[in-house]
């Protein structure tokens, strides 16, 4: 099939990599897995192979006529020809119980609209998903992969990092090269999994928190205490801080999450900055 520029098509053709990803998303037999634009169906047929249930969701609808054709007559395979994003999943299976909740994502998604997606499937740091996911294996730009399960101190670690590893515990399965894409991408991809969690620390207030990373991360060459000082005076936070044992000169990118809830916890206990 001809790639389609508008919808970030780009056709993986290494069955290596394939097997990477069947193999990170630990499928069982009793497993309903929640396919992400399936494109030609490569990934697809390894995934009702091996799970109870397929829901696939492609917006293409040239994609979305070869896919029935393929696998149209498979018990456990259902295809939803709409936009991933402005689609109430779990409404359209309605008439369908044996695809209702899937437990598990497997998805090679657009680039363009990752970051979307991984919002829908985790939630935020105010609203985290109701019902979240065993696990979800995802096909991402490498570079957004990095950011997503960076260290803290280190040029990859931002506000995505905290706001998605706040909800989920983040691995690299393994890079791949764009040549193994056809056509192949101008970026390198990587192979993700996480693994929606709850922290043993959490924000007394989420709405605080995710806040304070917003200012924090605002602009990332400045200090702390220079980025946060329309919310927070400066002698106020540096206190803080120091409560801590966070230099007054350290910046947003150095904080590990546990630090990021212990400021926000603070801040909220002394009332500083409104909920």
């Not at 490498?142 to 960076?150: N, P």
């Amino acid at each position: 099939m001809k790639t389609k520029k508008q919808f970030g098509q780009h056709w993986l053709r290494n069955e290596q990599v394939l097997d990477r990803i069947i193999t990170a998303a630990k499928i069982a037999p009793t497993d309903r897995i929640l396919e992400i634009g399936p494109g030609t169906g490569i990934l697809t047929r390894r995934l009702v192979s091996a799970a109870s249930a397929v829901v696939a969701v492609e917006i293409d609808r040239d994609l979305s006529a070869l896919l029935v054709k393929k696998m149209g007559h498979l018990d456990n395979f259902l295809l939803l020809e709409n936009d991933f994003l402005n689609l109430d999943v779990e409404s359209n299976l309605a008439a369908f119980p044996k695809f209702q909740q899937a437990n598990k994502v497997v998805a090679n998604i657009p680039y363009n609209i990752t970051g979307p997606i991984l919002e829908k499937l985790l939630g935020n740091i105010v609203h985290p998903a109701d019902r979240p996911f065993d696990s979800i294996v995802l096909l991402v730009q490498k570079e957004v992969g990095d950011r997503l399960f960076a260290k803290p101190s280190t040029k990859a670690f931002g506000a995505l990092s905290i706001r998605v590893q706040y909800l989920a515990h983040c691995e690299l399965i393994c890079p791949v090269p764009a040549r193994d894409f056809s056509p192949p991408p101008k970026v390198d991809s990587a192979v993700i999994r996480l693994t929606p969690r709850r922290l043993e620390l959490t924000a007394n207030s989420p709405k605080m928190l995710d806040n304070l990373v917003r200012l924090g991360f605002s602009t990332r060459r400045k200090m702390l205490r220079n980025n946060l000082q329309s919310a927070i005076d400066r002698e106020s936070l540096v206190e803080l801080l120091a409560s801590l044992n966070i230099s007054d000169e350290t910046r947003a990118e150095d904080l590990s999450i546990e630090q990021w809830i212990q400021l926000s916890n603070l801040v909220g206990d002394r009332k500083i900055l409104p909920d």
